[in-house]
């Protein structure tokens, strides 16, 4: 059974850091390529970071940039998203994507609010 499983959401102040983390279950992690989106109250979803299956490729959304790093571990088939310097417009619900050539597998959300 595929399972992509976020965490690490939470309430968090302006200019506090958060780590998500994704989990995944159910198929061949290593070589996918992974991501990270957000959508906003009211917004379309985004893009936020993405990252190769070596590593060699990653690409972040503009304001994310210095601020987020996203990374893998694939020997515990895991994404996670280092968030730093969070600002009340990153909050969101955070969502996990793992694509491998064919397949495009979703998680269901984990929720980042950013207020004081």
């Known amino acids: 059974q595929v399972q992509l499983v976020e965490s690490g959401g939470g309430l968090v102040q302006p200019g506090g850091s958060l780590r998500l983390s994704c989990a995944a279950s159910g198929f061949t992690f290593g070589e996918t390529v992974v991501a990270w989106y957000r959508q906003a109250p009211g917004k379309e979803r985004e893009s936020v970071a993405h990252?190769?299956?070596?590593?060699?490729?990653?690409n972040y959304e503009e304001s994310a940039k210095g601020r987020f790093t996203i990374s893998r571990d694939n020997a515990k088939s895991t994404v996670y998203l280092q968030m730093n310097n969070l600002k009340p417009e990153d909050t969101a619900v955070y969502y996990c994507?793992?694509?491998?050539?064919?397949?495009?597998?979703w998680g269901k959300g984990t929720v980042v609010t950013i207020s004081s």
């Open positions: 990252l190769g299956h070596t590593e060699d490729y990653t």
């Open positions: 994507r793992v694509a491998g050539l064919d397949f495009d597998y």
